[in-house]
């Protein structure tokens, strides 16, 4: 398996331009969960998906903000409008755990390489 | 509130030498434990679970241990090696439906030949 997938690794934009993150987990995992990294905060979760359904997305700053998980396949993380302190390295990351809906569990966390957003 | 507090922030070691880095949480109901390597510019990987049940584990030249009663963990690294240099992630799991995984804030380990 290639592990999970990210894209763009690099993002470069002005502010307030649209920002489309996109992951693809590792197949057979149920669960995929969108992180955010700064020198500052660490690694924060904004939204954990479970069998393609959004859990948890009180992580998720504002608004401006969004994420989908259509299929089992693909995931988006969006930004609309972007802002400076938006900067970050997002990392998109699947897992497998045994029951329908539970957030816990031993399911290792396989992460992508993220994907490094500058806003200016 | 759930908290995973890690020390030191940083560390410099010369290659050979030990080191220890610690993890201590307040995750309640406990599930497991884990250490994650983070290379510059890459995402974490994992390199030990660690259960209640369990007070010590060694990945090669990485040994973790977890005192469940205090409710600290640490991760030692024998030998260091330049390929070491990269940041280290407590990450605690709560055995419940209303709270999930828990990260540290890291340290980040710099191995000088």
């Known amino acids: 398996d290639a592990g999970v997938i990210q894209s763009p690794r690099h993002e470069v934009t002005e502010m307030g331009q649209e920002v489309t993150l996109r992951c693809k987990p590792i197949s057979g995992h149920n669960s995929l969960f969108w992180y955010r990294q700064t020198m500052m905060r660490g690694l924060e979760l904004l939204i954990y998906?479970?069998?393609?359904?959004?859990?948890?997305d009180s992580g998720m700053p504002e608004d401006r903000f969004s994420a989908k998980m259509p299929n089992a396949s693909f995931s988006t993380l969006k930004i609309q409008p972007s802002e400076p302190r938006d900067s970050a390295v997002y990392f998109c990351?699947?897992?497998?755990?045994?029951?329908?809906?539970?957030?816990?569990?031993?399911?290792?966390?396989?992460f992508g390489e993220g994907s490094r957003l500058t806003v200016l | 509130k759930n908290q995973v507090e890690q020390s030191p922030q940083s560390l410099i070691i010369l290659e050979g030498k030990n080191c220890t880095l610690q993890c201590n949480y307040t995750v309640s109901p406990f599930s497991n434990l884990r250490w994650y390597k983070q290379d510059t510019g890459r995402g974490p990987v994992s390199l030990t679970i660690?259960?209640?049940?369990?007070n010590t584990k060694s990945n090669g030249r990485y040994t973790a241990t977890l005192d469940a009663d205090t409710k600290q963990s640490s991760l030692h690294i024998t030998a260091s090696q330049l390929s070491d240099s990269a940041s280290y992630i407590c990450?605690?799991?709560?055995?419940?439906?209303?709270?999930?995984?828990?990260f540290g804030g890291g340290t980040r380990l710099m191995v000088k030949p």
């Open positions: 990450v605690v799991s709560a055995n419940n439906a209303g709270n999930m995984l828990t």
């Open positions: 990351a699947s897992s497998f755990f045994p029951s329908r809906g539970s957030r816990s569990g031993t399911g290792e966390l396989f």
């Open positions: 660690m259960t209640f049940s369990e």
């Open positions: 998906f479970n069998n393609n359904v959004p859990i948890d």
